[in-house]
């Protein structure tokens, strides 16, 4: 029994004596590595024809799926979700600039960048309604915005 208390005592001895040199930096190491690079963000401004474009991909997005926020029978959970989650939705949202960066033709389509937030807060509430029992009271305001961001983002592009 002694024995093997021995060796166990002197294994974990060596083991902390192996570990304690582990993490140590050469000072040779510290010399030669480079300085830390400043990356700061590009502000992006879009051309008054890329906003066009932009906006008008982004209407003819969410009214291609609008039918499938508006109709019940149409209620696939995951289906739903994924539309508004999905890849597209996504390289979608990440050509939209930071709003109040100063993009003058951006903020003239204001309302179809509004329309990534309000067609995701209405698809979750219409989720939450179908299948966890939200009221449709609840998602009555929600709706009326998307349909409201729907209607000046065409009439955006209309002018």
Not at 28 to 55: G, M, T, V
Not at 78 to 107: C, H
Not at 115 to 144: C, I, N, V
Request: with cysteine.
């Amino acid at each position: 029994m002694r024995l093997s208390l021995k060796r166990m005592s002197l294994a974990s001895f060596l083991l902390v004596a192996a570990l304690s040199g582990c993490g140590k930096e050469d000072s040779s190491e510290k010399a030669s590595a480079q300085p830390e690079l400043k990356i700061e963000p590009k502000k992006r401004l879009l051309s008054e024809a890329d906003a066009k474009q932009l906006a008008d991909d982004t209407l003819r997005y969410f009214t291609k799926y609008q039918n499938a926020l508006a109709d019940d029978a149409v209620m696939n959970k995951d289906a739903l979700l994924r539309v508004f989650n999905g890849p597209e939705f996504s390289a979608l949202s990440d050509r939209w600039p930071q709003p109040f960066t100063g993009d003058v033709e951006a903020e003239k389509f204001g309302a179809c960048r509004n329309l990534l937030t309000s067609a995701t807060g209405y698809a979750y509430a219409k989720h939450d309604y179908a299948f966890r029992g939200l009221s449709e009271k609840e998602m009555l305001p929600l709706r009326k915005q998307f349909r409201q961001d729907m209607k000046v983002c065409r009439a955006s592009l209309a002018n």
